[in-house]
């Protein structure tokens, strides 16, 4: 928690050696989302872990508490809210500056990752590339659906290995 930044007390982050891998995501007023997005990015399988910062933007549905129950995670609480390109940056330059992260993911946090996410984007270069708002039809790329599952209707029963993603898809 950065307390500087935030109203909720916590664990001061001097003089940490923390991980390399690190993750933000935002969370306003929707804790089962952001619960699942959570799991699956502390689950990653890249070597060293991710460390994940959860920066409460002015939540007013307890998840203060449910992060001060959650030690492996880092979180800001913002009071009052604020835009959420502030959120990225004051995130981002809090991973970047105070824990020198070598590679930082911004999410949603109603995204839920592969357990190979990260492992795989580091490994394709580090040379992450994300859209927002595009209107170009040309600028997002769909993957054909896993033969492990019907990921629409939620009938999963996932492999323990994945296959490599395909970077022409």
């Not at 004051?90 to 996410?117: H, I, K, M, S």
């Not at 993957?143 to 599952?149: D, H, S, T």
Request: a negative charge; proline letters at 9%.
């Amino acid at each position: 928690i950065l307390p500087a930044c935030g109203d909720v007390p916590g664990r001061v982050v001097s003089g940490h050696e923390g991980p390399v891998n690190w993750i933000v995501t935002i969370h306003y007023n929707n804790p089962h989302l952001t619960r699942q997005a959570v799991d699956s990015f502390l689950a990653q399988d890249i070597d060293g872990g991710v460390g994940v910062l959860v920066i409460d933007n002015g939540s007013r549905d307890g998840t203060d508490r449910w992060l001060g129950s959650r030690p492996e995670l880092y979180s800001m609480s913002l009071r009052p809210s604020r835009s959420v390109s502030s959120c990225w940056n004051l995130g981002v330059r809090w991973v970047l500056g105070e824990q020198g992260a070598g590679y930082v993911l911004v999410f949603n946090n109603d995204v839920v990752l592969r357990p190979d996410t990260y492992r795989y984007l580091v490994d394709d270069g580090g040379l992450f590339v994300t859209a927002v708002g595009s209107h170009d039809p040309e600028s997002v790329k769909s993957l054909p659906v896993p033969e492990w599952g019907d990921v629409k209707r939620g009938e999963q029963n996932p492999p323990t290995v994945y296959p490599k993603p395909d970077p022409a898809a």
